[in-house]
């Protein structure tokens, strides 16, 4: 068997289809086709249920792959650690929070790039119930959040710096320069991160603790969406401090002062407890560690 059988097979199971796998790789469904016929000879096995048009996993092919993950999760290491030692080259596959791609990662992969040009490294934004699955297949290399502090056994902290979450308001608004606590946000409109952020959770949590039942008017994963309204005068937005820079220095938003419940969260560096950290996450976690 191959790499090349190996992840042809998993874009087939990734997109339940053989025709859209040879689109999305490049290749003729024959050869698509001829790799998995290939690889089930070798293996002694049927892969996939040919249905007509329709192709559903064997047993085979469900536990084919855990091992065809953690294959292509090896080429990606070697490529990247059995190299050159001062030029690792090869594919890193990073999660990132969105808050942090909206301040400061995009410096941080800038530098990254201009010292280590043959490293390539993609980029999907990650939920903090997703992170430890995602890393345990191998689908993500390393990770790169702001969050509550990760604690998972399966999780290895790299770096950790404490950052904070801050409500912010238009200048013009009768609550801008305000000192707050709980109370003061009864009846306030709300814009707030959507229901599966741990920031959300976090306030919901502590109004809940105070006897508080929060107006929220607008809730969206888009913290650029929740700033945009915050300017308008829609609304208080619970953001993170780092997303907000741009609009603080711009005089477009302005953070109210906040005497209530702490709300610890960190940007976190992490890997699964169990990954081999090769040169180019190394470097990696220098750079962020350097100007994060």
Known sequence: MTITQLSTFLKITELNSFSAAADSLGYAQSTVTTQIKQLEDELGCVLFERLGKTISLTSSGERLITYAEKMLQLEREIRLDVTDEENPAGVLKLGVS??????????????????????????????????????????????????????????????????????????????????????DLKDVPLLLTGHNCNFRHMLLTDFEDNGISPKIVLETSSKEVLKQFAEGGFGVAFIPEMAAEKEIKDGKLKPLIWKGTDFPVYSQVLIHKDKHQNKAISRLVDHIRQLG
Request: hydrophobic share 35%; charged share 35%; glycine share 2%.
């Open 98 to 183: 969105e808050s942090l791609c909206i301040s400061r990662f995009p410096q941080i992969l800038m530098e990254f790039n201009k010292n280590n040009p043959r490293t390539e490294i993609r980029i999907q934004f990650v939920t903090h119930e997703s992170i430890p699955d995602l890393l345990q297949k191998g689908e993500l290399d390393m990770v790169y959040t702001l969050n509550p502090l990760f604690e998972d056994e399966r999780i290895k902290i790299l770096h950790k710096k404490r950052e904070k979450l801050r409500f912010y308001v238009s200048p013009d608004h009768p609550m801008a320069g305000k000192t707050i606590r709980e109370d």
